[in-house]
């Protein structure tokens, strides 16, 4: 059974930081291509940032310079660092585990960038 477990969530002040996490079971994490995806109320879901098995990584152009996505495949687990948030940053942020045409889900947190 394929699991993604997001962590790291919360409410931040703006120019603060957080660190999303999202462990993977149930398949060979390595093979599988990671994004981050966010969607704030009214909006449709957007890219945050991918990795790609070769760790190759890229951004949506609103986070380029404040975020930073990795992977770690013995952990099985993928990141994303937040730095410099702003209120705009203020979604559900979920996970996103895909290999051609199959995809997986994390169950989404809450970020909240308010004063």
């Known amino acids: 059974q394929v699991q993604l477990v997001e962590s790291g969530g919360g409410f931040v002040q703006p120019g603060g930081s957080l660190r999303r996490s999202c462990a993977v079971s149930?398949?060979?994490?390595?093979?599988?291509?990671m994004g981050w995806y966010r969607q704030a109320p009214g909006k449709q879901r957007e890219l945050v940032a991918t990795v790609t098995t070769n760790r190759i990584t890229s951004y949506n152009d609103s986070v380029k310079g404040g975020f930073t996505i990795s992977r770690d495949n013995a952990k099985k687990t993928v990141y994303l660092q937040m730095n410099s948030l702003k209120p705009e940053d203020t979604a559900v942020y979920y996970c996103?585990?895909?290999?051609?045409?199959?995809?997986?889900w994390g169950q989404g947190t809450q970020v909240t960038v308010s004063s």
């Open positions: 149930g398949v060979t994490f390595s093979l599988y291509s």
């Open positions: 996103k585990m895909s290999r051609n045409s199959v995809v997986f």
